[in-house]
């Protein structure tokens, strides 16, 4: 055990508790650091990915509403009225 009698020895003891305390400091705040940015990043890829997504269903949606809407213009008024009489699954493009 270091004796604290002289000035040395408390100096010494003073400045090596500084620095371990700086360090540690230091540590907390680079792990935070980094924890944030890579949580942003990945919720910015996340994000961008659902994005791209919903786009891809969107258009596929659109696409078969367009299609519908087409079928409906030139399909026969009796088949559009009767929806019994309509087969799914069997369907005949004009």
């Not at 040395?8 to 924890?35: C, D, E, H, Q």
């Amino acid at each position: 055990m270091i004796k604290l009698d002289s000035i040395r020895n408390k100096l010494v003891v003073a400045v090596s508790l500084f620095i371990a305390v700086l360090l540690v400091t230091i540590a907390a705040g680079t792990y935070a650091y980094f924890k944030h940015t890579t949580q942003k990043l990945i919720f910015d890829q996340q994000f961008s990915l659902i994005t791209n997504v919903a786009k891809g269903l969107d258009d596929k949606i659109l696409t078969a509403h367009n299609a519908l809407i087409a079928v409906s213009k030139v399909a026969p008024v009796d088949v559009v009225d009767n929806l019994s009489s309509v087969r799914l699954g069997r369907c005949m493009v004009l």
